[in-house]
Nanobody, 119 residues
Framework: DVQLQASGGGLVQPGGSLRVSCAAS????????MAWVRQAPGKQRELVAM???????TYAEAVKGRFTVSRDNATITVQLEMSGLRPDDTAVYLC?????????????WGLGTLVTVSS
């Protein structure tokens, strides 16, 4: 079974930086789009950043210029470097893997890591 585990969350002051990581079990990692999704109270889940299998990198408008996503297919990890953090960035950050087949998506959700931005 594919397993994803996010880690690295914690408490950071506004304007600070933090890095969260996602470690995956061994699977066809390089063939999957890897994304960070966040869930905050009172909000719907939001796609924060995606590192697609084809190398395309996308970000939510709210985090452009502040967050950087990267993946390492050799170590089957994906990281999200966050800077200029704001209180609104407070959320549980979830790791997501997705591969689209003709018959539908093959996707997996990992356990989240909590990022709290507060003074």
């Amino acid at each position: 079974d594919v397993q994803l585990q996010a880690s690295g969350g914690g408490l950071v002051q506004p304007g600070g930086s933090l890095r969260v990581s996602c470690a995956a079990s061994r699977f066809a990692f390089s063939s999957y789009d890897m994304a960070w999704v966040r869930q905050a109270p009172g909000k719907q889940r939001e796609l924060v950043a995606m590192a697609s299998a084809d190398g395309t990198i996308t970000y939510a408008e709210a985090v452009k210029g502040r967050f950087t996503v990267s993946r390492d297919n050799a170590t089957i990890t994906v990281q999200l470097e966050m800077s200029g953090l704001r209180p609104d960035d407070t959320a549980v950050y979830l790791c997501h893997a997705r591969r689209i087949y003709a018959w539908g998506p093959d996707d997996y959700w990992g356990l989240g890591t909590l990022v709290t931005v507060s003074s």
